[in-house]
């Protein structure tokens, strides 16, 4: 049976250091102490109904849970290098939320973090909407369901990372990263995907200016582009866009099929460019960029 703390108020430092197998709930952890780290190295915890104003209250956490939880602009970096952790139904408002964390899964949340998930590893964000600024910076493993997310310089750096059902309003997102997948999502946002490998759109509406170039292995399955001029300079892509792409530039190689092009840019290439852009109703051209049109 788990010990239970309930309806205190803690604002020394440490003031449930190592605390195991023990339910905190309906605590306040504020006031003129001003203390740090109040629940650093806790194992074996639930805390529920809890509000935090104090910084770094849960860092070296092993096996824990938040629910119901507000934590304010004053709980700075409230969860660093903890592993195996459920967040769900909570309310974050600290900067660098998440830092070198294992395992942890944010279900039902509103979070606004700049530099949110930096260099994690198997984090599960579900039904949560999150503002951050470089929003999980080269973490891996990662699995997004029903995001609705605003920011800048999201993804980058990620390795096996899948998203879903989501709204992603950034810009430079997905730079250098590897095998990710995003599905029936909208992405707005300028320089989408830059330097990418293995990177999958299926379903998605992708909208913003100079997207998705220097791509290697860039797939677009059933997708279409809004406001998406300059697109896919210097990439490896094969890509069938349903309407409209404003301008196409450079493609390396691969084939991009589209109902429409405004415009095909096949100028001033500093490497051999390949690529093929094919009107769906010119869809058996085998030339090369604006031939097929």
């Not at 049976?1 to 309806?7: L, P, S």
């Not at 096996?63 to 004053?74: P, Q, R, V």
């Amino acid at each position: 049976m788990k010990n239970r703390i309930e309806n205190q108020t803690f604002d020394m430092e440490r003031s449930l250091y190592n605390i195991k197998d023990t339910e905190v709930v309906n605590c306040i952890f504020a006031g003129e102490a001003d203390g740090e780290s109040v629940l650093k190295e806790c194992r074996r915890i639930d805390v529920n109904d809890c509000s935090f104003s104090l910084r770094y209250p849960l860092w070296h956490a092993k096996k824990f849970s938040l629910k119901h939880i507000f934590m304010d602009d004053k709980a700075r970096a409230p969860l660093w290098y903890s592993d195996n952790g459920k967040i769900s139904d909570s309310e974050i408002n600290g900067i660098k939320c998440l830092r070198e964390c294992k395992n942890i899964s944010v279900n039902g949340c509103k979070i606004i973090s700049p530099e949110f998930g930096w260099r994690c590893k198997g984090v599960k964000i579900s039904n949560s909407t999150i503002d951050s600024v470089y929003f999980l910076f080269e973490s891996k493993d990662v699995e997004i369901d029903n995001l609705n997310m605003t920011g800048k310089y999201s993804f980058q750096y990620m390795k096996n990372l899948t998203i879903k059902n989501s709204s992603l309003d950034t810009k430079d997102a997905f730079w250098h990263s590897k095998n990710i997948t995003v599905e029936n999502s909208i992405v707005k946002g300028e320089y989408l995907g830059w330097f990418s490998e293995n990177l999958t759109f299926i379903n998605c509406k992708i909208i913003g200016t100079q997207p998705l170039c220097y791509c290697k292995n860039l797939k677009l399955i059933n997708c279409t582009m809004e406001d998406t001029d300059l697109a896919f300079e210097y990439s490896d892509v094969e890509a069938d866009i349903k309407g409209k792409i404003l301008s196409v530039k450079n493609p390396k190689s691969g084939v991009i099929t589209a109902d429409n092009v405004d415009k095909i840019i096949s100028e001033d290439a500093v490497m051999k460019c390949n690529g093929k852009v094919v009107l769906r109703g010119l869809a058996n051209c085998t030339e090369p960029l604006e031939k097929c049109v």
